[in-house]
DNA sequence: CTCATTTGATTAACATGGTAATGATACAGC
DNA sequence: GCTGTATCATTACCATGTTAATCAAATGAG
């Protein structure tokens, strides 16, 4: 990800932050909870995001009128123009990953990976005997 | 990691705390740069634990009178209780992993993100053309 | 020896991870 | 329709990640 930064430094623009508009460009309007889910961001975090995100006018913010507790997100022209500007280059590090360490081995690892994060949640067989 | 809050947590000690309390158990007086190599940690947040684990009494600094600039770190007998307290259940929680997921697999697993991180590291084929 | 450079540590400033408490709205049961 | 409970968001609080700036000590060139 490391890489990553300084296209997004540019535009002042965190590594969160850009997952948070990344998801909107591509869902439309979605409830908070959807984007935290999605972006893999807790809930203080995404709410102290939305406040930066919204000054900074990416994206707006309304509340559901069938769920007065859901708020929903959106993202502006702004916020469209900044996502258009960096993907080209979002994509280019993944296929860079996928040609230097070969693309079988990135989803191998993924998976992988996944399977190690879904044993840990099955149970705890740990620390309670 | 998670699973092992709860029991560093019954201390007060956080996980890059832990790590670091670790890593003087084991290797005895260290100088602060090492320790933060070893434990994975940047230098700005290791000046910080310094100041509250030795506010505990779970590490002791000291300058180095070869190099002013260096400081060197030894964990205290308080510090050693805590260590000696928590590892067997650091150790069950690797056992565990190891068990469910498979000893062999969580070591091809380390070599292909310790050698996905090298190639990260070689050049910068990215955001610069 | 003196000064510029380098190196190690610290501080500062900001964003996020993480947990707990609070507020506000929905909702189920009565 | 009221009330207790559950759910979503926010706030508060603290620790760490991250970068840049600063400070102090060591080192090297002259």
């Known amino acids: 990800m490391s ?3 300084p296209i997004l430094a ?4 965190t590594e969160q932050q850009w997952r948070v508009i990344r998801v909107l460009y591509e869902a439309g309007k979605l409830d908070a909870t959807e984007v935290a889910d999605k ?3 807790l809930a203080p ?3 102290r995001m939305i406040r930066s995100l919204e000054e900074r006018g990416f994206i707006s913010k309304h509340k559901d009128d069938a769920d007065g507790r ?3 997100l959106q993202i502006t ?4 123009e900044i996502v258009e500007d960096v993907m080209p280059e979002s994509l280019k590090v993944y296929a860079d990953i996928d040609a230097r360490f070969g693309a079988a081995r990135v989803e191998r690892l ?3 990976l996944e399977e190690l994060a879904s044993l840990k949640m099955e149970n ?6």
């Open 39 to 41: 972006a893999s961001i």
């Open 45 to 47: 975090s995404l709410t």
């Open 70 to 72: 859901r708020v929903l």
């Open 77 to 80: 022209s702004t916020g469209r």
């Open 3 to 5: 890489h990553f930064r």
């Open 10 to 13: 540019a535009h002042d623009v």
């Open 110 to 112: 993924l998976d992988m």
């Open 124 to 129: 705890g067989s740990l620390g309670e005997e």
